[in-house]
T-cell receptor, first 109, second 112 residues
């Protein structure tokens, strides 16, 4: 079973920040939080990952709470092309990714 | 740099047949993983190879097998196909342990 819990769906207005939450209350100390997204019928796309510090790259920011039991992916200025299913995964030292059901983000014009 | 490529992109097979899917990782990547995606079960891990050795295996029957070659290219084989094997099969590559995975476009297998 997936070690993460995400809301099944969210809407966001185009140009606004999209904040996608993920609960991983049973995360272990050596487990990273990874985020991927999947646009309809394509392969998942890597977005960002982190261990305990907040991370930012050209696509998004990742905010991890101090107790590491939850995190938020932030897309600062959502566009229609950001409409996708977003997956949060916790993983450590192995590539046996266990995907949950993800959050279906719909960006509205 | 070219991305992960998978061939063929689409495939139709008959129940009972076998199929081989191919994956070419990003140049320099040594780890290849395979996933099955269906509407009912979502994305499920099949197996992972690193330096020609299977390192992890998901909860799939022995009809699903794979291998990796010395150039890191990988193949997966499904024997005695069942209708339930109809799915999108995704391959992902990464540099090594603790690096992010990059997924290919997938092979859509339909079993009739």
């Amino acid at each position: 079973d997936a070690k993460t819990t995400q809301p099944p769906s969210m809407d966001c207005a185009e140009g606004r920040a999209a904040n996608l939450p993920c609960n991983h209350s049973t995360i272990s100390g050596n487990e990273y939080v990874y985020w991927y997204r999947q646009i309809h019928s394509q392969g998942p796309q890597y977005i960002i990952h982190g261990l305990k510090n907040n991370e930012t790259n050209e696509m998004a920011s990742l905010i991890i709470t101090e107790d590491r039991k939850s995190s938020t992916l932030i897309l600062p200025h959502a566009t229609l092309r950001d409409t996708a299913v977003y997956y949060c995964i916790v993983i450590a030292g192995t590539y046996k990714y266990i995907f949950g059901t993800g959050t279906r983000l719909k960006v509205l014009a | 740099k070219a991305g992960v490529t998978q061939t063929p992109r689409y495939l139709i097979k008959t129940r009972g047949q076998q199929v081989t899917l191919s994956c070419s990782p990003i140049s320099g990547h040594r780890s290849v993983s395979w996933y099955q995606q269906t509407p009912g079960q979502g994305l499920q891990f099949l197996f992972e190879y690193f330096s020609e050795t299977q390192r992890n295996k998901g909860n799939f029957p022995g009809r699903f097998s794979g291998r990796q070659f010395s150039n890191s290219r990988s193949e997966m084989n499904v024997s005695t196909l069942e209708l339930g094997d109809s799915a999108l099969y995704l391959c992902a590559s990464s540099l090594a342990i603790s690096y992010e995975q990059y997924f290919g476009p997938g092979t859509r297998l339909t079993v009739t």
